[in-house]
């Protein structure tokens, strides 16, 4: 696609439910964010990937949460046993080799009740 | 370690008024620097880079090496400025470290 695309674009589901977030980076881009953003908040450094390197992972609230991806391709992050301090927008953004600018997703909303 | 403080978490202005958000960096290399720009309902998205030394929609921000700044400056705010804006740093291996944002208001 022409940009990074997250689904779903809203996710309603209750409290100690699992959800799983998808983002669709740009094609060929090593470099890949996840970022939460509450309600009026600014942004929550979450996870980074880049190639095939070890991914970041200090952002990581608690072990609830957790992120994959498979080489430059699609990344999953999956909130288990959901909580209503989980709910947030959801952003990803992904930035390629010797391309400095983030290009980032609309986010999946999420709401836990 | 690097890092990127924007100490200003809402910022309200009169339209017409000059606006400048705060931005200050450490990073021990060669720094390269950037603001964002979240407008209501839109995607983050790219405002202006350091090294480009241009003026989007009537925005400047000049790096200051001896003082760790990149602020983020308009002589004139519009309503239509009203946005978060986020500053972010390059650093290592093309990783972007972002500030924690600056909600801006212009009050019309």
């Known amino acids: 696609g022409a940009g990074v695309s997250q689904s779903p674009s809203n996710k309603v589901t209750e409290k100690g439910k699992d959800v799983e977030l998808r983002c669709d980076p740009i094609s060929g881009h090593t470099a890949l964010y996840w970022y939460r953003q509450r309600l009026g908040q600014g942004l929550e450094f979450l996870i980074y990937f880049q190639g095939n390197s070890a991914p970041d992972k200090s952002g990581l609230p608690s072990d609830r949460f957790s992120a994959e991806r498979t080489g430059e391709s699609v990344s999953t992050l999956t909130i288990q046993r959901t909580q209503q301090e989980d709910s947030a927008v959801y952003l990803c953004a992904s930035s390629g080799q010797g391309i400095t600018e983030a290009f980032f997703g609309q986010g999946t909303r999420l709401t836990v009740v | 370690a690097q890092r990127v403080t924007q100490p200003e978490k809402l910022l309200s202005v009169f339209k017409g008024a000059p606006v400048e958000l705060k931005c200050n960096y450490s990073?021990?290399?060669?720094?390269?620097l950037f603001w964002y720009v979240q407008y209501s309902r839109q995607r983050l998205q790219l405002l202006l880079r350091?090294?480009s030394r241009e003026s989007i929609k009537g925005f400047t921000a000049d790096l200051n090496k001896g003082e760790t700044s990149f602020h983020l400056k308009k002589p004139f705010a519009q309503e239509e400025d009203s946005a978060m804006y986020y500053c972010a740093l390059l650093y290592g291996n093309n990783r972007l470290a972002f500030g924690k944002g600056n909600q801006v208001v212009v009050i019309p």
């Open positions: 990073y021990s290399g060669s720094p390269e």
């Open positions: 350091h090294i």
